[in-house]
């Protein structure tokens, strides 16, 4: 299995890497069981993304997800962010092997999950907005529910 | 960058010294064995004196070696042959490990749906067999028990030569895969009471594509591979020439050097054993003592093992892990998951494995490379931030 070289790059070079303390939103993502969990930090300015962060815990391609998503939505108004969808992720890293595509899965519900919890914060019911989170894409018992 | 080759338990370099042997029957030799004229009578004795050789380091006959295309083939071979040839006799009933070879288990589950009733026996936290609890599985049904000589991921020696007895004792076959183990221990099928013992060249510095099954005479398991007369009518098709020369003299040349090399890796495996396992959760899997000189399994909480492997391969380390991510599987390690381990924990599993290329550079290398690696991912990882929170909790 090979990765591209973008996804090497934002693995080894993982960009916006961290938390932010006083984060307007914070969304998790997957669980340890299936391996791997993201967790992605939002800073909301006048519905713009100020400032993202992430830690994920996975392999190489949930690693470079993470960082990308945060590149591709740092600086955009939240509409914009919740229109990433995981194939722009998968593109903007010149693809993702087969098996990893629900890395890519699991980016963009991070991204919702932050935009949700920064609705939540505010007393906004965000499942209007945001829709459904997703938390994993696969079947195999894990209890992940999808 | 130099590169440090640290996975010698997924595959070996080929010795220079076995592909020289092997040469002539790359390029003049080239003779089919079944052949009457020169090149194909002297092609038949090659392959004759390296069943010879081979039979010498388990303390075989001759006759009782059959060459096979590796350590799949053998396992499909022992397992099937003596399972159908014994069906027609009342025996259904297998028994072997949770966490044996895929070439062993997937061979069982195919023998499942034939009908076979297959049991499994535990694998303790320590990765080994428990030799009574193999008795207490052994029914009147029972027509093979096959446990792995040492495990390929965590490189525990099971107790053969108990596990053989209890075998003999109650009149059933033992058959082991001793693809790790051939040329790292000694074996001896006859003091081990081992009936059927599958092997390979390429873990041993030999080439790709070429094995071997012992049968002990007498014993008659249904042929896999019909055809050609080829091994006695055995196991037809050509004889991959060059391929069993170079089994034979990797094989030979294991079993020389062994000795020294046990030591020599002994030690340096648990020099960096003592190094790691100063990382702070951290674990060593299976057992510290009975496991192969060039093993060494380990488990770091909070992070995972592909992007381990990836950062360890931008520093020129090239090692494994039990990992879903590596495995191409959702699950990670069966091995690790059969000796307890919770599934967070597997997929934060590193295995290097080594051979006599190895050196105290290199060791000292990974022992330098890994805990950064470890500290670099952990510092990213949402799992380790909780596992510090839980500890600040306490």
Redesign the interface.
């Known amino acids: 299995m090979a990765y591209s070289e973008k996804v090497m790059d934002h693995f080894a070079n993982p960009r916006n890497v961290g938390e932010i303390e006083d984060a307007d939103g914070i969304g998790e993502v997957g669980n340890a069981k299936c391996g791997d969990i993201m967790k992605m930090y939002i800073k909301v300015d006048n519905d713009v993304i100020t400032d993202v962060k992430f830690k994920t815990f996975g392999c190489g391609a949930a690693i470079a997800t993470s960082s990308m998503a945060t590149e591709l939505i740092k600086g955009k108004s939240i509409n914009d962010a919740l229109k990433l969808t995981n194939k722009a992720v998968m593109e903007a890293l010149d693809g993702l092997p087969p098996v990893k595509v629900h890395c890519s899965v699991l980016a963009e519900q991070a991204i919702k999950a932050a935009v949700s919890d920064y609705y939540k914060k505010r007393g906004v019911d965000p499942t209007l907005i945001v829709g459904e989170i997703k938390e994993c894409d696969h079947d195999h018992g894990c209890g992940c529910q999808l | 960058m130099n590169r440090i080759y640290a996975d010698n338990a997924a595959t070996t370099a080929l010795s220079p010294e076995v592909l020289q042997d092997m040469m002539p029957y790359l390029t003049t030799v080239y003779g089919n064995p079944s052949s009457m004229y020169s090149i194909g009578s002297e092609a038949q004795k090659a392959v004759e004196l390296a069943r010879v050789d081979v039979a010498e380091a388990i303390n075989a006959l001759p006759r009782e070696i059959f060459f096979t295309s590796g350590g799949s083939e053998s396992d499909n071979w022992a397992i099937k042959g003596v399972a159908r040839a014994l069906k027609a006799k009342g025996k259904n009933h297998i028994i072997t490990s949770a966490f044996e070879h895929h070439a062993v288990l997937h061979t069982c589950d195919a023998l499942k749906k034939e009908g076979f009733e297959i049991t499994l026996l535990d694998v303790h936290s320590d990765g080994l067999v428990r030799p009574e609890e193999l008795e207490a599985a052994i029914k009147d049904t029972t027509a093979l028990v096959s446990i792995m000589y040492a495990n390929n991921e965590i490189g525990t020696i099971q107790p053969i030569e108990e596990l053989g007895a209890i075998c003999r004792k109650h009149g059933v076959l033992f058959h082991t895969d001793a693809v790790q183990a051939m040329g790292n221990v000694p074996i001896d099928v006859k003091k081990q009471n081992i009936d059927l013992l599958s092997m390979t060249a390429h873990k041993l510095h030999g080439p790709k594509g070429c094995g071997a099954l012992y049968i002990r005479q007498g014993v008659r398991p249904q042929i896999l591979i019909d055809g050609g007369a080829q091994e006695r009518g055995m196991r037809a098709g050509t004889e991959n020439v060059a391929g069993i020369v170079g089994l034979a003299s990797a094989v030979k040349r294991a079993k020389a050097t062994m000795e020294q090399r046990t030591e020599k890796l002994t030690r340096l495996r648990n020099k960096l054993i003592d190094s790691l396992s100063k990382i702070e959760r951290s674990r060593l899997n299976g057992d510290r003592e009975k496991r192969l000189p060039g093993n060494i399994n380990m488990c770091f909480e ?6 381990l492997l ?2 360890l391969d ?1 520093m020129g380390i090239c090692a494994s892990s039990g ?3 590596t495995s ?1 599987s ?3 390690s069966h091995v690790l998951l059969a000796i307890g381990l ?3 924990i597997a ?1 934060g599993s590193l295995r290097l494995s080594f051979s006599d290329e190895t050196t105290e550079e290199d060791i000292d290398y990974i022992a330098k490379c890994v805990p950064q690696v470890v500290n670099t991912l952990r ?7 909780r596992i510090k929170q839980q500890e600040q909790g306490k």
């Open positions: 909070g992070i995972e093992g592909e992007a990836l950062r931008l990992s879903a991510c191409g959702l699950d990670p919770p599934h967070e997929h510092s990213m990882s949402p799992v380790w931030e």
